[in-house]
């Protein structure tokens, strides 16, 4: 997908806040910039720590576009907020675990990471360019992928540990930073 140079505005706000780098950008209306102030600040809120990267995530089956925020805490776990990119609030807490054997997760999975991969890929065929292993905030765990299809389009698919079922689909339209080590898990 192809992915437009991102706002000055933007580009220094997110540079001042400590990004080492600035890696995809698109550029917003002046409107998502303030909301993206507002998000930052409200994932502050709940969890101090380092902004590791940011995603604007369009319009999901329930209409909303969003910024997946993450952050590392003083202790390093990592915790990712949803939010609502119109309404500036947060919507969803989860915590990332390194792998599908850390303890949090295991316990609460049933289905393997190569069925949830084929239940995401099923619906939206392509290359996984990551995996993510989540908490929600109610103790599930969930497997994140990040599929890019053959147009190039990137959707990030949230399997349920649980059951295996898709139960939430966002595409990226842009990404700043990233963890190390992240892409091609």
Not at 27 to 56: D, M
Not at 65 to 77: L, N, Y
Not at 126 to 150: L, P
């Amino acid at each position: 997908m192809k992915r437009p140079v991102l706002t000055i505005k933007l580009a220094s706000f997110m540079l001042a806040l400590g990004f080492p780098g600035i890696a995809l950008a698109h550029p917003e209306p002046a409107s998502n910039t303030a909301k993206l102030e507002t998000c930052l600040a409200a994932a502050s809120k709940i969890r101090a720590g380092a902004f590791v990267k940011v995603e604007y995530l369009s319009p999901s089956a329930e209409g909303m576009p969003s910024f997946e925020i993450e952050v590392r805490d003083a202790d390093g776990s990592e915790w990712e907020f949803m939010c609502d990119a119109a309404a500036g609030h947060i919507y969803e807490v989860e915590t990332e675990v390194d792998s599908s054997s850390d303890e949090p997760f295991k316990s609460r999975a049933e289905v393997s990471e190569q069925q949830a991969r084929r239940a995401a890929l099923d619906l939206y065929p392509g290359a996984v360019q990551e995996v993510e292993y989540e908490i929600e905030s109610n103790g599930d765990a969930t497997y994140e992928f990040d599929i890019v299809d053959k147009s190039g389009v990137e959707w990030k698919v949230e399997v349920s540990a649980a059951s295996g079922k898709v139960i939430e689909v966002h595409v990226e339209q842009w990404e700043i930073g990233e963890e190390p080590g992240e892409r091609g898990r």
